[in-house]
């Protein structure tokens, strides 16, 4: 549906937060035994004008914490358009 | 996975590789692919036979119905609804409707994590990595952060009862 240019994922994470208790997945006892998986989502400044033609949208990407990080640069399937957010003219 | 003489949702392999050679290799025109398709079937029709895909129409039904790591586009409507100023004139976003294209996030997560590709290749649980006594950091799954949002400590009291 549109041109989508070669999009390398960096990202950095601060190791010096500590969350407030409240705020720490594992203290939800209906969440045990789930999966955690960190949600990780993207953007650029890229515009994509699609077929339909009048409007500019910003992509948005998405990712998963879980994928080790030469994987998520290197491979295609790690790294997955999910929307296309439209953009408003003044 | 699939087997492998599953060309689904294409009707066999020639089907399929009709679809890769005209769609992503020649970039036919839509009306190149209906003359070629109709050429294809006229050959095909005396024998009481047709050609794996019928016209474009056809042939974009059956890309779109791909399933393996393929979720579908949605779209809806945005609009403003909060107040507009009587007096100055307002800006142009506030009557506009915008149409957002999405796919459902919870499906792509779904997908990622079940892609044979990256097999040996994820982390499911958080870990801690250590080179002697010092603590490595690498994916996001060796950091502090997911360690404290998956890791739950339990204190026990040892009591034995006499």
Request: charged share 20%; aromatic share 12%.
């Amino acid at each position: 549906m549109a041109a989508i240019r070669t999009f390398r994922a960096t990202f950095v994470f601060a190791e010096f937060i500590t969350p407030a208790s409240q705020d720490i997945i594992a203290e939800d006892l209906s969440t045990h035994g789930s999966m955690f998986i960190p949600i990780i989502l993207g953007s650029d400044k890229t515009t994509v004008s699609v077929a339909t033609g009048q409007n500019d949208f910003h992509p948005l990407y998405l990712s998963i914490g879980n994928v080790q990080n030469h994987i998520r640069r290197a491979h295609k399937n790690a790294l997955v358009l999910i929307g296309f957010l439209p953009i408003p003219k003044g | 996975m699939k087997a492998d003489d599953d060309w689904s949702p294409f009707t066999s392999r020639a089907g399929f590789e009709l679809t890769e050679f005209v769609f992503t290799d020649a970039e036919l025109s839509q009306k190149k692919i209906n003359k070629l398709l109709e050429l294809w079937a006229a050959t095909l029709i005396p024998h009481g036979n047709l050609p794996p895909i019928t016209n474009h129409k056809d042939l974009h039904r059956q890309i779109d119905a791909v399933e393996l790591n393929n979720v579908r586009w949605e779209n809806t409507c945005l609009k403003y609804k909060g107040p507009l100023p009587r007096t100055t004139r307002h800006p142009e976003w506030k009557t506009t409707g915008y149409d957002v294209w999405y796919r459902d996030p919870h499906q792509v997560i779904k997908n990622i994590l079940a892609s044979p590709d990256l097999e040996g290749h994820v982390d499911y649980v958080a870990y801690q990595e250590f080179n002697g006594e010092k603590r490595q950091y690498g994916n996001l799954m060796s950091g502090n952060w997911s360690w404290q949002q998956s890791v739950r400590f339990v204190q026990r009291l040892f009591s034995p009862s006499l």
